[in-house]
C-alpha cells in the first residue's frame, strides 16, 4: 500500500535507524540521511542498558539543596560552564521549573508508562534484524555505599515500583554473592531482574543500518541544512547544495536536531548534557550485569569489547572539547570499584539531547503535518528508541498511535 510512499529520517543513530526499520515493515521507500556513518555519534557511547525502569528524570525536588554541592564539589558527577549556563539562564530556569514535586511526580508517570511499552517496540526490530544475540538479559543493579544513600533514594525507588518497575532489594552479602568483582563494600543494592542490555550498541546501530539497506533503503551521507515545504510533500536540501523529495520527514537527529532550519525548532528549548564513558579492554568478565552506583552517577556495563564506565552531567554545549575532570572522576570512582588498570583504553564524549522537562518529541511537528519530530531522549534513546519508531510509523501511517503521544506533543513548549 505504501510502496510508492517516501519518507526521509534525519539521523542515523539508535532511534534514527529505529525509526526508517518501522516506516520500512509498514511498507515505505525511506532514505535515511546523516553526515556521519550511523551510530557512531551519541549512540554508540551510552551504558547500554534497556533501562526500562528508568522513570526518575534528572530533574529532581532535592535539586534546590543539592545543586551548589554538585556543581562545586571536587567529587561530583555534574559539573556546569557557569558562562555557558548564565547564558542559557532562560533553558535554566525551565528545567529548575520541572523540579517541583508535582512536576517530577507527572513526568515520572509519562515516562513510565512508555518504559511498559519498551519491548513493544525494540523485539520486533532485533527479530527484523537478526539481533537478538546483541541483547543480554542477566538484569541489572543499582548499589549503594551507606545506609543513608539508600533511604534517600527510598522515595524515588518507590516511585520506580509504583509506576511498574520490578525489582527486589539486596544485602550486601547478596550483591557479593551476585557480583563478586566489584572490590569496595555496598550496604544496599536493587536487582532489576528482567532489565536487559546492549553488548555493543554501534553493532546494534549497524546491525539496523545493514537489515535497512537489504530492504531497499537509501543512504544520503550529508548534512540537512533545512526543509522547504511543498503542496505534497518536502524538500530536504543538504550541505552540498543537493537536495532530497519525500512526502514525510522525520527529524530523529538528537541533540543537533535544533539547527534544521524550517522544521519549527526555533519553538523548541533543546539543549545538550554531554556525557562521558571510559572503557577497559578486556575487563568485561569483571561484572555479570550492569551495576550502577546511583548516588556516584555513572554505570559499569560489561560488554563485549570490555567493562564500560559511563555517565556523569555536563552543562557546557556542543564543543568538542572533552572535560579532564569529567573522565578522571570516572576513572577515579571506576578504580573504587574494581581492579582496573591505571588508565582506560578509551575516553569518549557524546551529546545527549536534552528538554527541560526529561520528555522526548514524539510527533507532528509544529509547522507541517509533513515534517515529524523523534528526539531529545535525554538518557533514554537506547531504550526508547524501537517504541518511538513504532509510534512514528503508525501516525506516518495514519494509524491511532498505539500508546497516547499527547504528553509528548511539541505544543507543551508554547
Not at 12 to 21: D, E, P, Y
Not at 275 to 290: E, I, K, T
Amino acid at each position: 500500500m505504501n510502496k510508492n510512499k517516501s519518507v526521509a529520517v534525519v539521523g542515523a543513530g539508535i532511534v534514527g535507524t529505529s525509526c526508517a526499520l518501522w516506516l520500512q515493515k509498514k511498507g515505505f521507500l525511506v532514505t535515511l540521511i546523516d553526515p556521519d556513518s550511523p551510530g557512531s555519534g551519541t549512540s554508540s557511547g551510552n551504558a547500554c542498558t534497556i533501562a526500562d525502569y528508568a522513570c526518575i528524570p534528572v530533574n529532581s525536588p532535592s535539586i534546590f539543596k543539592r545543586l551548589p554541592g554538585l556543581m562545586f564539589a571536587s567529587d561530583s558527577p555534574l559539573t556546569v560552564d557557569t558562562k555557558y549556563a548564565l547564558s542559557h539562564l532562560p533553558w535554566m530556569m525551565r528545567f529548575l521549573s520541572n523540579c517541583r514535586p508535582s512536576r517530577v511526580a507527572r513526568i515520572s508517570r509519562i515516562l513510565g508508562k512508555l518504559l511498559l511499552k519498551t519491548h513493544e517496540g525494540l523485539d520486533p526490530l532485533l527479530e527484523f534484524s537478526d539481533s537478538k544475540h546483541l541483547l543480554s538479559q542477566q538484569g541489572c543493579m543499582y548499589v549503594y555505599k551507606t545506609e543513608r544513600e539508600f533511604e534517600n533514594a527510598r522515595a524515588a525507588n518507590q516511585v520506580r515500583r509504583d509506576n511498574g518497575a520490578i525489582f527486589s532489594e539486596l544485602d550486601s552479602g547478596e550483591i557479593r554473592e551476585l557480583e563478586p568483582g566489584i572490590k569496595s563494600s555496598f550496604v544496599k543494592g536493587l536487582l532489576f531482574e528482567q532489565a536487559s542490555h546492549v553488548l555493543n550498541p554501534q553493532s546494534l546501530t549497524t546491525r539496523y543500518f545493514d537489515c535497512f539497506q537489504k530492504n531497499r533503503g537509501r543512504y544520503v551521507k550529508q548534512r540537512v541544512q533545512a526543509v522547504l515545504h511543498e503542496n505534497d510533500g518536502v524538500k530536504i536540501l543538504l550541505d552540498d547544495g543537493e537536495s532530497v523529495d519525500a512526502d514525510r520527514v522525520v527529524i530523529a537527529a538528537g541533540a543537533f536536531s535544533r539547527q534544521i532550519r524550517g522544521t519549527g525548532e526555533h519553538h523548541l528549548p533543546l539543549d545538550t548534557e554531554r556525557g562521558y564513558h571510559v572503557q577497559y579492554a578486556g575487563m568485561q568478565s569483571l561484572l555479570n550485569r550492569p551495576v550502577s552506583w546511583n548516588e556516584a552517577g555513572f554505570y559499569a556495563t560489561p560488554m563485549d569489547e570490555g567493562l564500560r564506565i559511563a555517565g556523569t552531567v555536563e552543562i557546557a554545549g556542543f564543543h568538542e572539547t572533552k572535560n579532564p575532570a569529567n573522565l578522571n572522576y570516572l576513572i577515579r570512582k571506576g578504580q573504587e570499584m574494581f581492579d582496573l588498570p591505571e588508565r582506560p583504553d578509551q575516553e569518549w564524549l557524546g551529546f545527549r539531547p536534552t528538554f527541560p522537562d526529561a520528555l522526548p518529541v514524539i510527533g507532528h511537528s509544529l509547522v507541517s503535518e509533513y515534517v515529524l519530530y523523534a528526539f531529545g531522549h535525554q538518557h533514554l534513546g537506547l531504550t526508547l528508541a524501537g517504541i518511538t519508531g513504532k509510534l512514528i510509523a503508525e501516525l506516518v501511517n495514519h494509524e491511532e498511535p498505539s500508546h497516547n503521544i499527547n504528553p509528548f506533543s511539541p505544543r507543551r513548549f508554547l
